[in-house]
């Protein structure tokens, strides 16, 4: 991969850059951003570059929320219950993503889950390779960026992502070192949301 500097980029001398080329090669690592620096990659490469540099000013400056969602009394009240259920679907819908607070799981159990996803991410990129994919369909997808291919830049980060419905998966398709704080985390998770919905 070649590794090259922003005021080269910015300059305009960035020597021969095929971005197709780098991305196919940091993709085909299946070692994501952790293997990078594994690597001793000491520059950020190319494909990282973004040329918005008015980034951080977008963020300041926007009335950007993540949706909220807050549980508490929805066990009691039928109606709050249902209104819950319908910010669940309009945040899903619109956003893809929500914050779920008085959701009554411990901290030490989310810690727990935190410990055992960087557990994942630092064992031996021998293993974490086994996990990586661009298969949807896997139960457990371990990969850098979902839209590696399409968007402009890529972002300085790696996931694994586990896919519980409509089957969960085997507990040995998980992996060894998140494997009991995933099940523990996920079931929990699982059941607090049924019961949201009941």
Excluded at 2 to 14: C, D, F
Excluded at 97 to 124: A, W, Y
Excluded at 163 to 180: H, S
Aim: hydrophobic share 35%; net charge negative; with cysteine.
């Amino acid at each position: 991969m070649v590794t090259t500097n922003t005021e080269e980029l910015e300059a305009g001398t960035v020597p021969s850059y095929d971005r197709t080329s780098e991305l196919n090669a940091f993709d085909g690592s299946k070692v994501g951003v952790q293997g990078l620096l594994e690597n001793g990659v000491t520059k950020v490469p190319p494909i990282f570059y973004s040329s918005r540099s008015n980034i951080i000013e977008d963020f300041t400056t926007s009335k950007f929320a993540i949706p909220t969602i807050d549980l508490i009394g929805i066990h009691d009240d039928p109606n709050l219950r249902d209104a819950v259920v319908r910010k669940v679907r309009n945040a899903c819908e619109n956003w893809g993503f929500f914050q779920v607070t008085n959701h009554g799981i411990p901290t030490h159990v989310l810690n727990e889950m935190i410990k055992g996803i960087s557990r994942f991410h630092e064992q031996d990129a021998n293993v974490r390779k086994t996990y990586y994919t661009r298969d949807l369909s896997k139960k457990v997808v371990y990969f850098s960026n979902y839209s590696l291919y399409q968007d402009p830049s890529t972002d300085w980060r790696d996931t694994i992502t586990f896919f519980w419905t409509p089957n969960p998966p085997k507990a040995e398709e998980l992996p060894e070192v998140c494997r009991f704080v995933v099940i523990f985390f996920l079931t929990l998770v699982f059941r607090i949301v049924t019961s949201t919905y009941e």
